[in-house]
Structure formats: C-alpha cells, structure tokens
C-alpha cells in the first residue's frame, strides 16, 4: 500500500514537471534573453593582447600604470582607462603599454591622446587656450583677497 | 551704507545669475560626443587586412589617390549601424566611394552583417584591436569621415547617418574635392 502511494506521488511529480516543463523553459529563455539583451552591443572577439597583460618589465609597467590612471576612458566617461573594462578601454591600454614597451615616454603617449581626443581625453590638468582661466582664476581671487586684506589691516594701522 | 547696500544687491544678483546659468546648463541635452581633434590633419599611416574575402583591405594609401572618400567606422555588433545602412547605400548611389573599417568584429559576423545589410564599401579594413579608430580619434561606432583626395581628414560625423545627414555629407564630399 505505501509502495503504491509513493509510486502515485512520484507519477503525479512527474506529471507535475511534465506540465510545467515548457513553461519553465520559456521563463528560463526568457530570463536568458534579458541578461544577454544588454550583451548585443558588445563584440565577440578577445581583449587587445596588452588589455590585461602587464609588461614584463615591472618598472616600464608601473609608468604605464600611472599613465592609464590619468587618461579617460572614451566610452564610459567618467572612469580611467585603467579602471574600465570596456573594450575600447582595453584597447587604449594595449596602446600605452605597447608604446611603453617601445620606449616611448608616457608624456608623449598622452600628447599622442591629446592631438586624437583633445584635453578632454586626460585627467592630468594641462595649462592650454581653453584651460587657462581655471589657473588664472584663483590666483586673481587670491590677489584681491591680499588687496582687500592689506587695506583694511592698513587702515587700522593708520 | 548705500555702497553697502549696493555691494550686497551686487553678491544677490551675481548668485541668482549664477544658478541661472546653472538652470540653464541642466536644461540643455546632455551632449556625449567626444569630436576628433584630427580634422585637417593627414589620416595616420595604416594598412589593416581585408575584412571579408569579396573586398580588399585597406592601407592609408588607398585614402590619398586623388578622389574623395567616405571612410565609415562600423562593426557587425553595432545597432545604429543596421539603421545608418540603408543611408550609407543612398550616398554609395549617388557616387559616393565608401570605405569601411570593421571594428572588433569576426569575418563571418562582418559577412552576415553586410549580408542583412547591404555593402556599399569598395574596401574594408579589419581593426582588431581598434587601432586605426584610435589613431583618427575615433571614440565609437558608427562614425563618418570625409578624407578628401590627399588623405586629409576634412570632416567627421558621430553616431547613425540618419536620412537628413545624406545631402550635408555629399556635400562635404564635394568640399572635399569630388
């Protein structure tokens, strides 16, 4: 008898799985499809060699590493080419510690970014047309406080 | 006093001014698009293999012998580049030479692609690794430029060409020298 009944359950949990089965599979795809939706802009091929590979040299690797850590990353903006996985990041990497490896100096790659991108590609602050009132700026505030300041403390004096 | 008075009405309309400005800012689309700094400039030396058997590759050489060209920055994995397709074959008919540079993409995906899609390129380059894209200071796909007769960049359009960009870039073309 209790055979029987277990036999019965285990029937009625197949046909249970059974029912259900299809609908499961399409949730499933479904779900597959979502988390794969966001994948359809990305392409299919490997990182740049020198995406992820460090240079041998630790030296050449640690100028490389402080480069990539002041330039921007042009896809995902508002992060460094180092901290990016976007491939493009990726490549931008490959580009520096390739020229690294060369024996180009990590102030020329960043012009060489510089001359393609403008400014805007390099997080290390460059005095140029555009950028000099940000330096001007300050220095102007700060010799107006001095004005002001001197003249009251001199007018208390007299 | 009075110069007190006026000096404080001074700081209340230079702050009102400068969230104004900030109102203003905020309203305005937020513009993404990172230009090429390398316009008037010669393209950079390149010679990438062909992309697909039924197309040659192309070399930087190909872009300076005398006739203007289209030079579409493109990848199979790309979704605005479906949509600028049918835009690139209405400039390829109206006597436009177009050349293509396949980013990241493998040769059987850039075949299916241009199978769905049509192919208006005489030539197009394989870039693996996106270094002639970095090179012309490229920052995504799709993207146009107008290389005139010489290999001189003249002119460069980000994102999809969409239906009213076909008369301004032949007519860049025909700045170009075409």
Redesign the interface.
Known sequence: MNALSLLHSVERFARFVLRWVPTLAGITMAALALCLGPA??????PP??YAYRQLDDPKQEAKAQALMETLRC??C?GQSIADSDA??AG??R??VRTRIAAGESPEAIRAWM?????D??SYKPELSTTTWPLFALPLLLIALAALILGRRLGGRGK | MIRGRIFLWGLVALTAGLFGLFAYQLSQPKD?F?????IGKPIPPFDLPPSVPERPGLASGDLADGQPKLLNVF?S???PCIAEAPNLARLEAAGANIVGIA????SQ?TEFFLRQNGNPFSRIGRD????V?????S??VPETFVIDGQGIIRYQHIGDIRDSDVALLLEKLKEAGA
């Open positions: 359809a802009g990305q392409d299919l091929l740049a060699p042009l896809k903006q491939s493009m490549d931008m490959h580009q510089i001359e393609r991108y403008g805007y590609v | 993404e990172i230009q090429s700094t390398m990848a994995w790309c979704v980013i990241r993409d493998r995906d693996d690794i996106s270094a894209q970095l090179s012309i200071g920052s995504g």
